[in-house]
């Protein structure tokens, strides 16, 4: 058995269990936020498909995990499950755990998702309990996003080769400037 010496070490670890237990009424809760949340709601008119993750658990010192579960939905129809596993080296401390949804313009965009690609990232955030301000450039697009909680979240953003990225922080505390690797994988229903 493997035992964890540093408190901060043990943070990094538990968020980057995947989360179990994730009900159909969190990713009804998360779709509800994403729609009542600024720009993000036009997308799900104008979007080919989309997908969800109601809670990514993430952290980091010096080196940074995080993780997720999600469905996916193609023209509103839930077609199957996906994970996204992260992994990220740099500048980093702390924990925090956000919600996530990805739009996909058009079918090209969904099936590059379902079929596992890898996505690298640099990034910079700052997450502050349940407001925080994050931006982010990487292969498949960039994203920026402020947001004051589920409560009160507001959301901009625009298509990048196909895909949007919307974030909403649930709490924690994390700064970083780091650069990782992403992947998503894809479990047809």
Do not use: W
């Amino acid at each position: 058995m493997m035992r964890v010496k540093s408190p901060l070490l043990a943070l990094v670890l538990f968020l980057t269990i995947p989360l179990a237990g994730t009900s159909a009424d969190e990713f009804e809760d998360t779709i509800k936020i994403f729609k009542e949340a600024g720009e993000s709601a036009a997308f799900f008119d104008n979007s080919y498909g989309y997908a969800v993750f109601p809670s990514i658990g993430k952290g980091g010192v010096g080196i940074g995990g995080a993780r997720g579960k999600g469905r996916v939905y193609e023209q509103g129809t839930y077609i199957g499950d996906s994970t996204v596993t992260q992994l990220t080296v740099g500048f980093q401390l702390g924990g925090q755990v956000y919600s996530q949804i990805i739009f996909f313009e058009d079918k090209r965009a969904l099936d590059e998702f379902t079929s596992g690609n890898f996505e690298f990232g640099a990034q910079a955030t700052a997450v502050a309990i349940t407001a925080g301000a994050s931006v982010a450039a990487t292969t498949t697009g960039s994203a920026a996003g402020v947001s004051g909680g589920k409560k009160d979240a507001a959301t901009a953003g625009a298509y990048h080769k196909g895909m949007a990225t919307f974030t909403v922080a649930k709490g924690g505390l994390m700064y970083e400037a780091s650069i990782g690797g992403q992947k998503f994988s894809f479990t047809p229903k």
